[in-house]
């Protein structure tokens, strides 16, 4: 079964009684910076699916998505905190309570207004993306329409555009082995004819249309934009993950794909170059 969202009425009471601070002993970093953004992380004392920390496999999804079982922290104290064994279960719940004791009189609030105008147009945007694309696309009949499905998720749609990517490489690859035979299979149609293809000798290889016919554009502009594009792709994945586990620190898959792209990024930043 898929780990449930946390529902908002409980994240209005998280909100409400964490003080707009990290619950971590001694801990006073805000959970809300000035400018109205989230910086902190939604945890669970016993992680929402399994293999994540403290997962009980005799707990029940309702339980693991409850207000009992959340808390809010900082990164830092998030990561210090993933050690089980110095921070167990029961740990966590006592670190909660505390902490909430010290501010169950306050007035904290997060504006949620905007959240739930946010969550409801999309909802709907959603519901008419998939009517637009499955019951009135003008070539619905045709079964040539294109897909576009609101219900795939991040990982899928960019996995969908680095396909596109290597289908566009392959694309451009077969231009260039067809300019590349091009003079040899204009000097097979001239033998055809019966006109000698030494007509041509004397023209300079920098004159001659069929010789290296778009040199430039497959050998620099192709690597460049292709390159250009990777680059930026790798880069939306770093950005969207890194705002997504904040929200979302118990998502293995998500730390995994994260992990990587960062190294990828980091390795495009040394050695990316222009192909010149």
Not at 134 to 157: P, Q, R, T, W, Y
Not at 209 to 237: A, C, K, M, Y
Request: hydrophobic letters at 35%.
């Amino acid at each position: 079964m898929a780990r449930l969202a946390t529902k908002t009425d409980i994240l209005r009471a998280l909100f409400a009684r964490s003080g707009n601070q990290c619950a971590f002993p001694g801990c006073t970093q805000s959970l809300i910076n000035d400018k109205n953004k989230f910086i902190a992380q939604v945890c669970h004392i016993e992680a929402a699916s399994e293999g994540g920390e403290r997962f009980n496999p005799e707990g029940n999804d309702e339980y693991r998505r409850s207000y009992e079982n959340l808390l809010i922290l900082c990164y830092p104290h998030h990561i210090e905190t993933d050690d089980v064994e110095e921070y167990p279960a029961d740990r966590l719940l006592l670190i909660k309570r505390d902490h909430e004791q010290l501010f169950v009189k306050s007035d904290f609030e997060i504006d949620e207004s905007e959240l739930a105008k946010l969550s409801y147009e999309m909802k709907k945007y959603w519901s008419d993306i998939d009517r637009l694309n499955k019951l009135d696309h003008i070539f619905a009949d045709s079964g040539l329409a294109m897909d576009v499905n609101g219900e795939n998720s991040f990982f899928e749609v960019i996995a969908s555009a680095y396909d596109a990517v290597n289908g566009i490489e392959s694309l451009l690859e077969s231009f260039h082995k067809s300019d590349e035979e091009l003079k040899a299979d204009f000097e097979a149609l001239l033998i055809k004819k019966g006109v000698s293809s030494e007509l041509f000798c004397d023209i300079p290889y920098y004159a001659n249309p069929f010789e290296n016919r778009n040199w430039e554009s497959h050998n620099l502009g192709t690597p460049n934009w292709l390159q250009r594009l990777r680059i930026d792709l790798v880069h939306i994945e770093v950005k969207f993950l890194e705002e997504y586990l904040k929200t979302h620190s118990d998502d293995h898959h998500a730390k995994a794909k994260f992990e990587k792209a960062k190294e990828e990024l980091k390795e495009y930043a040394e050695t990316a170059m222009h192909v010149d």
